[in-house]
C-alpha cells in the first residue's frame, strides 16, 4: 500500500512536471482552428489533437522569424557569461568564505544584496554606461550587464558550499607544500566542482530567460536573444502567435531541461551543502 | 649613437602591402562612414503584412534616396521602456514610434511644426483627434508627428446578441448591463459575457477613458484643470461596479491587450471594445467565429453623450540626439504620399491622420480630405480582404464622429500621458469592482494621484491649468 502510494505520488510528480512540455508540444503542432475552440463546442477536447497536426507553427519560427540567429546569439551570451561569472565567482567565493575573516561574511551578504536590485531600476545608468562604453545595441552589452547580476549570487552561493567543505583538506595540501595560490588553482576547485555546477546551470538559466536589459540594449533584430526576438515576433500587437510562441519555448527549454537533468544531483548538493551549518 | 635602421625584405613587403591596401579600401571605408543612415523603431505590427510593407518601403526609400535604413521592431508593451533607455543614454534611433501620445517626453524630441505645416500643405488638414494628440498648447509644440489612428469599436457576437434581442448589438453601456445576464442565461458556456478589461494594459485603459466620457466625466477639462472628482466619475465608477456584477468576472482583473481578442475568438465572450484585430485573426486564421464578429460605433452613456478612445494612434517622435533629423522629416513626408499603400498593407487597421493623403495625386489640395474620406469610406463599406457581409466594417468608418484623444475634453500633454502610463484609471476601476474601496475612495484616491501628476507638470511648465483644480 504504501509502495503503490509513493509511485502515485510519483506519477503526480512526473505529471506536473511534463504537463508544461507536453502542453507546448501539443500547441506547437495544433491547427489554429484547433486552438481558438468556441465555448460552444462541448464536444472539445483541449489536451488532444481534434484535427489533424500541423507543421505551420514551424514553419513560421523558422521560416518567416530569425530564431536560430537569437538562438546563436542566447549561445554566445551564455558562454561568455559563464566564463566570466565562474572566473570571478569562484574566487570571489574563496577568498570571502577563507580568507577575510568575519569580515567575509558579511561582506558576502552584501554583495548578495545587490543582486536584490531590480534590473528596472538599473537599466537606465547601465543604459548611460553602455552608451559610454559605445556598447549600444551589440551582444557586448549584454555580456557586460549579465555578470552584475550573477555574480553577486554566484560568489554567496559559493561562499556558503564552501562553509560545508572542511578547511583542513585545503591546510593538508598546505602543509605537503602548496602554495595559497596553487591551493585555490588546484585543490578548491576539486573539492567544490557541484558548487561550480550550480553557478554554471544557474547562469545559463538568468542569462537565458532575462528580458529587461536585451530590450534595453539591443535593437537591431539580428542581434536579438531568444527572450527578446520570440515576443517581439510572435506577439504583435493584442495578437499571440501561440502555436509559434509554444514552439519557440519548447525548442529552447529542451536543452535546458537536458542539462539540468544531466547535473540535477549535483545541482542539488550544490545549493543545499551551503545551507547545512558545518 | 644613432644607427641607421635597414629595411629588409620582409618589411618592405609588408609596409608596401599594407600601404596598397590603404591606398584601395581607403575611399570605401571612407565612403561607408559618409553613409547617412536613419533608424527606425516601431512596434511589431499585429498584420504581420504591413512590417514587411513598410520594412521594404523604407529600404526602397533608403536606397533611393542614398540612404541606408534600419527598421528595427519591438512589442508595444515594450515602447516605453525602450524609449526611457535611449533618453537615458541619449543616444537610438531617429524616429521613434509611439502608439499614445508621448507627451512625457515632450523635452527630448524635436518639435515637428514644419514637418506638419509640409504634410498639410501637400495633403490638407490633419484630423483634430491626431492634433490634440501631438500638439501642446502650453508650449506651443508638436511632440510628435502622427501618421496614423487606429478606431477602437466595439465587437460583438451577432448571434448571441440576436438571441437576447439585440441583432444590431448594444447602443448604450446601459445595454451591457441589460444583456449581461440575458447572455448568462442563454449560454452559460460563455464565461465573461462581456470581455472589458479592467486591468493595467492599454484595451483596459481605453475602455475605462470611455466609459469615464460616456458618463460626462474626464480626467481634465479643457483648460488642463483636473476635474475628475465628479459626479458624472462617482456615476461611470458606480456603473462600472454594476457592470462587473452583471456581465464580467475577475478574469478581466488580470487581463492583457491580448485577452479580450482570445476571449472573442473562443466565444468566451459575446462583446469586447477593440480595434479589429480580433476580426482579423479569426479570419486568418479560418476561424468561423469570424463571421459572426460585428461592429458598433462607441456606447451611449446615461445623457447621450458617446466618446471612445482611439485604440492606439502612431506617433512619430524625433529625439533631440537623432543622428539624422533631416532624413526622419523627409522620411515621414514621403510615407504620409504613399498612405493608401500603408492603410492595404494594414488591413485598414491603420486609417490615416491626414484623410487627403488616401486620395488620388490628380486631386485638387481642397479636394483631398473629402476624396480621401470617400476612398475609406467605400474601402470599409466593401472590405477587400474578404469580409462577410463585406460591408461590416461600416460601423468603423464613422469613428471620427466618436473617437476622441487621450486628454479629451483638452490636449494630451504630459501629465494625461503619465497617468495613462501609470494606469490610474483601470485602478481605479479595479478598485471598486473588487470592493477594495467604495467608488467615493476609490474615486478621491484616482484623483489625488492625478493632481499630484499635474502638479509635477506643471511646475515643469509644460501643463497648463490649476486654478479650476477640484479639490
Known amino acids: 500500500m504504501k509502495r503503490v502510494a509513493l509511485y502515485a505520488a510519483a506519477l503526480g510528480f512526473i505529471a506536473f512536471a511534463g504537463f508544461p512540455f507536453y502542453w507546448m508540444l501539443l500547441t506547437a503542432f495544433k491547427q489554429n482552428r484547433d486552438l481558438y475552440v468556441g465555448a460552444f463546442d462541448t464536444q472539445h477536447v483541449p489536451w488532444i489533437f481534434n484535427d489533424p497536426p500541423t507543421l505551420e507553427h514551424l514553419r513560421l519560427l523558422f521560416g518567416q522569424t530569425d530564431f536560430l540567429s537569437w538562438v546563436w546569439n542566447t549561445l554566445v551570451v551564455v558562454v561568455a557569461v559563464v566564463v566570466i561569472t565562474v572566473a570571478v565567482a569562484v574566487p570571489a567565493g574563496y577568498s570571502l568564505a577563507r580568507l577575510s575573516g568575519r569580515w567575509g561574511e558579511s561582506l558576502g551578504m552584501g554583495i548578495f ?166 | 649613437m644613432t644607427q641607421r635602421k635597414r629595411m629588409d625584405r620582409r618589411e618592405f613587403v609588408k609596409t608596401t602591402t599594407g600601404a596598397t591596401a590603404a591606398v584601395a579600401l581607403g575611399p570605401t571605408i571612407l565612403r561607408r562612414r559618409q553613409q547617412k543612415t536613419l533608424k527606425i523603431l516601431q512596434w511589431s505590427h ?13 529600404k526602397d526609400w533608403g536606397t533611393a534616396k542614398g540612404i541606408e535604413v534600419t527598421v528595427d521592431h519591438i512589442s508595444l508593451a515594450d515602447l516605453t521602456t525602450r524609449a526611457n533607455a535611449e533618453v537615458a543614454a541619449q543616444q537610438g534611433h531617429d524616429l521613434f514610434q509611439f502608439l499614445s501620445p508621448p507627451g512625457a517626453f515632450e523635452p527630448q524630441v524635436l518639435d515637428m511644426v514644419d514637418l506638419v505645416r509640409e504634410a498639410e500643405r501637400q495633403h490638407g488638414p490633419l484630423i483634430d483627434l491626431c492634433k490634440r494628440s501631438t500638439y501642446n498648447p502650453v508650449t506651443r509644440k508638436w511632440f510628435g508627428f502622427s501618421d496614423n489612428y487606429v478606431p477602437d469599436p466595439g465587437d460583438y457576437l451577432k448571434s448571441v446578441w440576436t438571441e437576447i434581442g439585440m441583432p444590431d448589438g448594444p447602443a448604450t453601456w446601459e445595454d451591457l448591463v441589460t444583456a449581461g445576464p440575458q447572455i448568462k442565461a442563454k449560454h452559460p458556456e460563455i464565461q465573461i459575457p462581456i470581455g472589458i478589461g479592467m486591468s493595467q494594459e492599454l484595451d483596459s485603459n481605453m475602455a475605462t477613458r470611455a466609459m469615464l466620457w460616456s458618463f460626462d466625466g474626464s480626467i481634465q477639462d479643457a483648460n488642463e484643470n483636473v476635474v ?40 468566451q465572450t459575446a462583446y469586447i471594445l477593440n480595434s479589429i484585430s480580433a476580426y482579423r485573426t479569426a479570419q486568418d486564421n479560418k476561424l468561423p467565429v469570424a463571421d459572426d464578429i460585428f461592429f458598433v460605433p462607441a456606447l451611449k452613456g446615461p445623457r447621450g453623450t458617446r466618446w471612445a478612445s482611439e485604440h492606439v494612434m502612431g506617433i512619430y517622435a524625433i529625439w533631440k540626439f537623432a543622428l539624422s533629423p533631416d532624413a526622419a522629416k523627409q522620411f515621414l513626408l514621403d510615407l504620409i504620399a504613399h498612405y493608401r499603400d500603408a492603410v492595404m498593407a494594414s488591413k485598414l487597421y491603420n486609417f490615416p491622420a491626414y484623410p487627403g493623403s488616401l486620395a488620388e495625386a490628380s486631386v485638387p489640395l481642397a479636394q483631398k480630405p473629402a476624396a480621401g474620406t470617400r476612398w475609406l469610406e467605400q474601402a470599409t463599406a466593401n472590405d477587400p480582404f474578404g469580409s462577410n457581409p463585406p460591408n461590416k466594417l461600416r460601423p468603423i468608418s464613422t469613428a471620427l464622429q466618436w473617437a476622441t484623444n487621450i486628454g ?64
Not at chain 1, 551582444?139 to 559559493?158: D, K
Not at chain 1, 560545508?164 to 605537503?176: G, K, L, T
Request: include cysteine; aromatic fraction near 12%.
Open chain 2, 46 to 58: 499585429f498584420v504581420p503584412a504591413y512590417d514587411v510593407w513598410f520594412d521594404k518601403y523604407a
Open chain 1, 113 to 278: 544584496f545587490t543582486y536584490l536590485i531590480p534590473p528596472t531600476l538599473l537599466f537606465i545608468p547601465f543604459a548611460r554606461l553602455v552608451s559610454l562604453l559605445g556598447l549600444q545595441d551589440s551582444l557586448g552589452a549584454l555580456i557586460l550587464i549579465y555578470p552584475t547580476m550573477t555574480i553577486p549570487f554566484c560568489t554567496w552561493l559559493v561562499m556558503g558550499f564552501l562553509r560545508s567543505v572542511p578547511w583542513e583538506i585545503e591546510e593538508q595540501a598546505m602543509i605537503d607544500g602548496y602554495s595559497r595560490l596553487a591551493v585555490i588553482l588546484k585543490v578548491a576547485p576539486r573539492l567544490i566542482v557541484p558548487g561550480i555546477l550550480t553557478v554554471v546551470v544557474f547562469t545559463f538559466t538568468l542569462v537565458m530567460q532575462e528580458f529587461v536589459y536585451a530590450l534595453t540594449f539591443i535593437s537591431s533584430v539580428d542581434k536579438m536573444t531568444v527572450s527578446l526576438g520570440v515576443p517581439i515576433a510572435l506577439v504583435r500587437g493584442d495578437v499571440y502567435h501561440w502555436g509559434a510562441l509554444m514552439a519557440a519555448a519548447l525548442v529552447t527549454s529542451i536543452p535546458l531541461a537536458i542539462v539540468y537533468n544531466l547535473f540535477i544531483d549535483r545541482f542539488i548538493q550544490g545549493f543545499t551543502m551551503g545551507a547545512v551549518k558545518g
Open chain 2, 228 to 267: 475628475l472628482k465628479s459626479d458624472q466619475a462617482l456615476a461611470a465608477l458606480q456603473f462600472g461596479a454594476r457592470l462587473f456584477q452583471a456581465g464580467m468576472n475577475p478574469a478581466v482583473l488580470s487581463w492583457n491587450a491580448a485577452s479580450n481578442n482570445q476571449a472573442l475568438n473562443a466565444r
Open chain 2, 408 to 471: 479629451h475634453p483638452g490636449p494630451a500633454n504630459p501629465a494625461e500621458s503619465e497617468v495613462f502610463d501609470t494606469f490610474v484609471l483601470p485602478t481605479m476601476f479595479a478598485n471598486v469592482v473588487t470592493g477594495r474601496m467604495t467608488a467615493p475612495q476609490a474615486l478621491d484616491d484616482a484623483h489625488q494621484q492625478v493632481k499630484r501628476i499635474f502638479e509635477k507638470w506643471r511646475a515643469r511648465g509644460l501643463v497648463a491649468g490649476g486654478a479650476g483644480d477640484r479639490a
